[in-house]
């Protein structure tokens, strides 16, 4: 599991800014873990996503790429991951949700951001959201088709989040402002990450790269989002919903003992090390 979570001591993002954005520096601290425990993929899932059917079962909404928006039993363990969970209750608040999955394919026709929007560098127009990418196959950075984002641009204010052409961004722009990380793993592995952040899926590979995508809200943005006309982007229409609350990791649950948010929960306990730290023997 790579987080993507916003501090990192020692180095820097790069600043950036134009006409349409204002940027607040931050940062990315990255800690990789192999595998998501119990997230293997089993035998009648992999028969599921094979190409025939998710070609088949799903036609694709761009040239590019095939997605399955169907039930996929093996995530059910990564819904109780007690890490995931916490992050994501810490991150978003404890209303938060897990809102639904898809997998998608990245073909190995794809040559285009004509044929796939999101090979654009973009953001999601839906403010602070997350979203959990899990590998169902070994993802590398030469012809692997990885996605990218930009270290530190989850911290930014947009001018518009109204229309999608206002959330494209060109090549020249981004990688002159920022590092744009590659996210590789193994089978079973994957990263989480804030899709307020610039970031975008390469076009270009030598293979097909197939993930799912679950996606992770802020329940009371959700609900106010529900009664907007034109529908938002978020929650996304094009997943196979779930609605399961975030709160119930270890730290989530604790918290609710203590009557306190997660979020305060895990900042009582950085005070606590910090102050133990500081106070040690020899430590000034």
């Known amino acids: 599991l790579t987080k993507v979570e916003g501090r990192r001591s020692g180095r820097q993002a790069v600043r950036g800014g134009n006409v349409r954005t204002t940027i607040r520096t931050g940062q990315v601290r990255t800690s990789t873990r192999n595998q998501l425990q119990g997230s293997r993929t089993s035998r009648s899932q992999q028969r599921l996503l094979t190409p025939g059917k998710l070609a088949d079962m799903h036609p694709a909404v761009s040239p590019g790429a095939k997605f399955w928006l169907g039930p996929l039993k093996f995530l059910t363990p990564i819904f109780s991951n007690g890490t995931m969970l916490d992050v994501a209750a810490a991150y978003l608040g404890d209303d938060a949700i897990i809102q639904g999955h898809a997998a998608v394919r990245l073909l190995d026709g794809l040559a285009s951001p004509s044929q796939y929007l999101s ?92 993930v799912v995508i679950i996606e992770v809200n802020a329940g009371a943005k959700t609900n106010e989002l529900a009664g907007m ?16 609350p975030v709160n119930t990791g270890p730290l989530g649950l604790k918290a609710q003992e203590l009557g306190m948010g997660t979020a305060e929960l895990v900042q009582k306990r950085k005070d606590a090390e910090f102050l133990a730290c500081s106070t040690a023997p020899g430590r000034h």
């Open 229 to 244: 006309r034109p529908k938002p982007p978020c929650p996304s229409s094009k997943q196979h919903k779930v609605k399961h």
């Open 119 to 210: 090979g654009l560098w973009h953001h999601d127009r839906c403010g602070t959201r997350l979203k959990i990418f899990v590998f169902l196959h070994d993802v590398d950075a030469k012809g692997g088709r990885c996605t990218r984002i930009a270290r530190g641009s989850h911290h930014t204010h947009y001018w518009s989040y109204e229309s999608t052409p206002a959330s494209r961004f060109t090549d020249k722009y981004v990688e002159s402002n920022y590092e744009t990380p590659c996210m590789v793993g193994k089978k079973g592995g994957g990263f989480i990450f804030d899709t307020n952040a610039i970031h975008k899926g390469e076009i270009k590979g030598t293979r097909e790269r197939t």
